[in-house]
């Protein structure tokens, strides 16, 4: 099982530019997030789902929009970059918690993203 | 992720114990967690304890859980080169799938 991945794992954009990030999973997972990295800040969720067809905002998602048309990827994109969305942005995915029960998140290697 | 509060730096000498400390928000979580983050990578849990457990030991890692003053924290043993990472502490989100991260510990090993 190649688990979660992503694509690219790197992207230089230009301020105004747009681009998508693609999520894969092969977990049959029913929950997928998305999160950016930044220094001092440690994650914060942008945009999550609870199964094919739905996504929800999480913390910071504006500038973002996602979209999960097929259980196995949840896309990421950006309309409209700016250089406030350089960051280091991480996929994840998960069964569903059953209440009171354990949730593990497993991540994909992140995109390194710089916008100029 | 601002509610779960960690220190951000750490640094130990090989073969010394490492302690990372961690301050969550919700009292009724059940489940806490300990992340870890290498170089370059993703994250990948490293260990949990579940909310009526003061301490639980796996191997060189000790988890201690004070409830009353919400405190969490992650004691590394005999800490090798190989620990050197980013880690993070982790609470539930009220409604059981979204986890609240905080900062993320960076422990450095030095020789």
């Known amino acids: 099982n190649a688990g979660v991945t992503q694509t690219p794992k790197f992207r230089v954009l230009k301020t105004g530019q747009s681009m998508t990030l693609l999520c894969a999973q092969d977990?049959?997972?029913?929950?997928m997030y998305w999160y950016r990295q930044d220094p001092g800040m440690g994650l914060r969720l942008i945009h999550y789902?609870?199964?094919?067809?739905?996504?929800a905002k999480g913390e910071v998602p504006d500038g973002y929009n996602v979209s999960r048309l097929k259980k196995q990827n949840f896309l990421l994109g950006l309309e409209s970059a700016a250089p406030s969305q350089t960051s280091v942005y991480f996929c994840?995915?998960?069964?569903?918690?059953?209440?009171?029960?354990?949730?593990?998140?497993?991540f994909g290697p992140g995109t390194r993203l710089t916008v100029l | 992720g601002e509610d779960v509060e960690q220190s951000l730096f750490l640094s130990v000498r090989e073969g010394d114990s490492s302690v990372i400390n961690c301050t969550y928000t919700?009292?009724?979580?059940?489940?806490l967690y300990w992340y870890k983050q290498e170089p370059g990578a993703g994250l990948q849990l490293l260990t949990y304890?579940?909310?009526?457990?003061d301490m639980k030991q796996d191997q060189r890692l000790t988890v201690l859980l004070n409830k009353k003053d919400k405190h969490l924290s992650l004691r590394i043993a005999d800490t090798q080169t190989g620990d050197s990472a980013i880690y993070f502490c982790?609470?539930?989100?009220?409604?059981?799938?979204?986890?609240?991260f905080g900062a993320g510990t960076t422990v450095t090993v030095r020789a």
């Open positions: 994840a995915s998960s069964f569903p918690g059953l209440a009171g029960g354990i949730l593990e998140q497993f």
């Open positions: 977990m049959n997972h029913e929950y």
């Open positions: 789902s609870v199964g094919e067809g739905t996504t």
């Open positions: 919700d009292s009724s979580s059940t489940y």
């Open positions: 304890i579940f909310s009526n457990m």
């Open positions: 982790a609470e539930p989100r009220s409604n059981d799938y979204k986890l609240s």
